[in-house]
């Protein structure tokens, strides 16, 4: 199964993801995380990116196409992925459907995360991330619930950049929202809900 997860910044595209991941097994592709442990590493692909990052822009397309291309050409990707975060605009969206073609292979859904805007200011200026193993958690959470690490907040998710991505979102990103809907393999759920109920229903419009 190869799914998109499409919505906001903070929608809970990356904890879906995670459960997917657990349950069946596929490949999670986060352009967000790869880019991150880039800059932790401090690659000349996380050096380039940083400032864009910071500022809650997007990173050149060809930076994170690559990636994403070397990405989908891993073991673990072939029995199916989630990506999530990419593709964030059209250019990128079109890059994928040709890349896909190439390697035989196509999109079986892309499944939009929907969340108000409101609630994701809100979401993401509590958000908290583990350092050591990404968990996505909130202020409340002293140290990481799954493995004990420290929990920061994540540059981009401070007061001054949020609604800056919010900006992003809705003028590159959610066009991607037409551009699926025209295949004929958009979905969508109510993301504005505890985990677990979003997830049953992520589960449901997958047939999983
Ligand atoms: P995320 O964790 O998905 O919210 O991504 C964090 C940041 O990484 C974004 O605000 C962008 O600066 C960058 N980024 C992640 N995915 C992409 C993408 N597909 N295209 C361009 N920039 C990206």
């Keep these: 199964m190869n799914i998109v997860l499409l919505g906001a910044p903070g929608a809970g595209k990356g904890t879906q993801a995670q459960k997917l991941v657990a349950d069946y097994g596929i490949a999670h592709i986060s352009t967000g995380d790869l880019l991150r442990a880039a800059v932790k590493a401090?690659?000349?692909?996380g050096l380039k990116a940083k400032k864009?990052?910071?500022?809650g822009e997007l990173v050149p397309d060809q930076l994170v196409i690559d990636l994403v291309k070397e990405r989908l050409g891993a073991d673990d990707a072939q029995k199916g992925f989630i990506l999530d975060g990419f593709p964030r605009n059209?250019?990128?969206?079109v890059t994928l459907d040709s890349e896909l073609s190439d390697m035989g292979r196509e999109l079986d859904c892309a499944l939009l995360v929907d969340?108000?805007?409101?609630?994701?200011?809100?979401?993401?200026?509590s958000r908290r991330t583990c350092r050591d193993c990404g968990y996505t958690g909130t202020?409340?959470?002293?140290?990481?619930p799954k493995c004990g690490g420290e929990m920061y907040q994540r540059d981009d998710d401070k007061a001054?950049?949020?609604?800056?991505?919010?900006?992003?979102?809705?003028?590159s990103t959610s066009p991607l929202i037409e551009y699926y809907r025209g295949q004929g393999i958009l979905k969508s759920v109510d993301g504005d809900r505890p985990v677990d109920e979003v997830y049953t229903d992520v589960k449901?419009?997958?047939?999983l």
């Design 42 to 45: 401090a690659t000349p692909l």
């Design 52 to 55: 864009y990052m910071d500022a």
């Design 90 to 93: 059209t250019v990128q969206a």
């Design 115 to 125: 969340v108000a805007a409101e609630v994701i200011v809100n979401r993401l200026s």
């Design 139 to 144: 202020a409340a959470d002293a140290t990481c």
């Design 160 to 171: 001054e950049t949020i609604q800056n991505r919010l900006d992003v979102y809705e003028k």
């Design 204 to 207: 449901e419009a997958l047939n």
